[in-house]
């Protein structure tokens, strides 16, 4: 028994080591194939994929099949060297005319994808822009002719969600197979959802086995356009296969979620040598942060040439995110009284979050990221006892300069917060989420009973709050628990809104001292080395003016030994963004647009890649737009003006 057991083992870990040596699984995303190339961007001409395959051919990349792919996950025969998976999606007639003469040839295996309302169905489909009927598309007797073959396996690509659906009030259509249908005035809901996905798979699939003889055992989604959700549903539909768009140098084993190149513009020998050679590099990131209080007006028509405004902006700046306000103070004490999305606890100010993103993302090209308070909301569904208390001399109390946060100790504060974080995963698209400044706890707080209580359940003793200076044991111990504690609950609502929204990054504000000193567990619960190992991304507050500092010469000494402590973390560094201040807040000043634009240089002489500013009051043009585009924008040519 010992030796079959050691022998299993040591099967397993050559398996390992034959998978690990393979390489990782690149899969190539096709479309149409035309003689000629036309005004579909998405389509290739039979001669650059016959240079495709004949590159992969005398470069050692080996094409192989899903058998192949899903033994090898099976502890089966390890892939080759250079796997390469070859995938056609939407099912259209070329797939037999002239990609399939190609893989005869090539003797190369490949996944087909079906919409099967364009196969099945007689209606006209606008694609590209160019309406097709159904002899655009593949035949049935056509695809039983490959699938016999044995080189073409047929995936499903849905049934009808190769489309967008109305998905807010103020007419967006976006991906069906994500989005909350929007009619009527309202949103469907979970269970509606749910259903409308759950019969649009089992129906393609279906379909598909009643004309082939297989149900498919892939799900293609449709522009890439997946979640937790929906994989669990089409694994309920037996495809527990799911193919993506999502960018990533190739795949690891051990998913079942596969991602793909896109190829499109009809690329050559170098572009297709690229993608499959060079690693991407690190994002480069280039941030303004918006309030969307700014966009916000109760007139709908002002708001939406406000929002035209912001997207305007933005696309001429040619920067790579925006982080984006999903909340709003309406008071300014820090607290979230309302939200600008539709959610079960807060008060809706504007359904205008997802519309917002939405447009910055098609129109302006940035990646979104919703900027959410941790710990700060306010309103009838808050109870005022759960909040954040300070120890004192006469007891416990609020704060008066901080924000109204809630105790991240307390089960029902985190509830609540964690449901209004999965509604705005529900309602909108965007890139990642944003952690907000009030994620913080100085060294006298949480005094709340449920912090304490966390404390002795740790460490098996009751802390002495108003004796921390004098016990430094007590002290460090409060920091690291409060340090661990806000970590773990922004893992948690990450985690709550990559339910919703796949490939989703996270970025959390940093307060300076933290980065610069050493006592930003104690005195802010924030650590710059531990938020690295959290976060996509660091935000560090690189505000010299919310730190006292307004001679030039310190400020300058200022930004100098935060990019000396950031870049001591060597590669790390790539991942923090030093965000500026636009508005001295202190002295009731705007910061002169030149002083950004050097300051921005200074620190990319330093090293800093990442750059980030806040606010944008685009309104009124600050910061103004030609200088700040010189300092944070990623265009080749950042001083030329915009057409």
Do not use: C
């Not at 899969?27 to 194939?33: A, G, S």
């Not at 740790?458 to 016990?471: D, S």
């Amino acid at each position: 028994m010992i030796t079959r057991y050691l022998l299993g083992i040591l099967m397993l870990l050559s398996t390992g080591l034959a998978l690990a040596q393979s390489g990782p699984l690149h899969i190539l995303t096709y479309h149409d194939v035309t003689d000629e190339q036309g005004p579909d961007s998405m389509a290739v001409t039979t001669g650059a994929l016959v240079e495709h395959f004949r590159w992969l051919r005398d470069n050692d990349f080996h094409p192989v099949s899903m058998d192949q792919v899903i033994a090898a996950e099976n502890a089966g025969d390890a892939l080759p060297a250079n796997p390469v998976l070859l995938s056609f999606d939407d099912g259209l007639l070329s797939m037999y005319t002239h990609v399939y003469p190609l893989l005869k040839l090539f003797n190369y295996p490949a996944v087909s994808s079906l919409v099967t309302d364009w196969v099945e169905g007689e209606k006209t489909v606008d694609y590209a822009g160019q309406a097709r009927n159904r002899s655009a598309f593949l035949s049935w007797e056509q695809i039983r002719e490959m699938q016999d073959s044995g080189l073409v396996e047929f995936a499903s690509h849905s049934h009808a969600m190769h489309q967008g659906i109305m998905a807010n009030p103020q007419g967006n259509t976006q991906p069906a197979a994500i989005s909350l249908a929007y009619s009527d005035g309202r949103y469907e809901s979970r269970e509606d959802y749910t259903k409308r996905i759950l019969t649009d798979l089992q129906s393609s699939s279906k379909i598909i086995a009643s004309h082939t003889g297989r149900a498919p055992r892939i799900m293609t989604w449709p522009y890439g356009a997946h979640n937790k959700i929906t994989v669990k549903l089409a694994r309920q539909s037996g495809m527990p296969w799911s193919l993506t768009l999502e960018p990533n140098f190739g795949n690891q084993p051990g998913s079942t979620v596969l991602h793909r190149h896109l190829i499109n513009n009809n690329p050559g020998i170098r572009e297709l040598a690229t993608t499959l050679l060079r690693p991407p590099a690190q994002p480069l990131v280039r941030a303004a942060q918006v309030d969307l209080d700014y966009v916000y007006d109760p007139d709908p028509a002002q708001q939406e040439r406000n929002l035209g405004v912001l997207v305007e902006r933005i696309h001429q700046l040619q920067i790579s995110h925006v982080f984006l306000q999903a909340f709003s103070d309406l008071d300014g004490d820090g607290g979230a009284e309302a939200l600008y999305f539709p959610n079960r606890y807060l008060p809706v100010r504007s359904d205008l979050f997802n519309r917002a993103a939405w447009q910055l993302k098609t129109r302006a090209g940035v990646r979104v990221y919703a900027w959410m308070p941790i710990l700060s909301f306010v309103g009838d569904t808050i109870d005022p006892d759960w909040r954040v208390l300070q120890a004192g001399p006469t007891g416990e109390t609020l704060d008066p300069a901080a924000e109204p946060r809630l105790s991240p100790f307390n089960p029902h504060a985190r509830a609540v917060i964690a449901g209004i974080y999965e509604d705005l995963a529900r309602q909108a698209r965007f890139d990642g989420l944003h952690f907000h400044d009030d994620g913080r706890m100085n060294e006298l707080e949480d005094a709340s009973p449920y912090a304490i209580k966390a404390y002795q359940d740790l460490y098996g003793e009751t802390p002495e709050l108003l004796k921390l200076k004098t016990n430094p044991r007590v002290a460090q111990r409060w920091a690291v628990l409060k340090t661990l504690t806000l970590l773990e609950f922004t893992d948690e609502l990450a985690s709550v809104v990559h339910d919703y929204q796949a490939g989703m990054k996270t970025s959390r504000n940093m307060f300076s001292p933290a980065l610069t000193g050493t006592d930003g567990p104690r005195l802010l619960a924030q650590d710059y080395a531990r938020f690295l190992t959290h976060y996509d991304f660091v935000t560090v507050m690189a505000m010299p003016y919310l730190e006292n500092i307004d001679n030039p010469a310190e400020a300058q000494h200022y930004y100098r030994k935060l990019a000396e402590r950031a870049l001591a973390h060597g590669a790390d560094a790539s991942r923090t963004i030093f965000q500026l201040q636009t508005v001295d807040w202190r002295n009731k000043r705007q910061v002169p647009s030149p002083e950004l634009k050097n300051t921005f240089r200074l620190l990319q002489s330093l090293g800093i890649r990442n750059l980030a500013y806040y606010p944008d009051d685009f309104l009124r043009d600050h910061p103004e737009q030609a200088e700040l585009r010189q300092g944070i924008s990623v265009a080749e040519y950042p001083a030329r003006s915009q057409p």
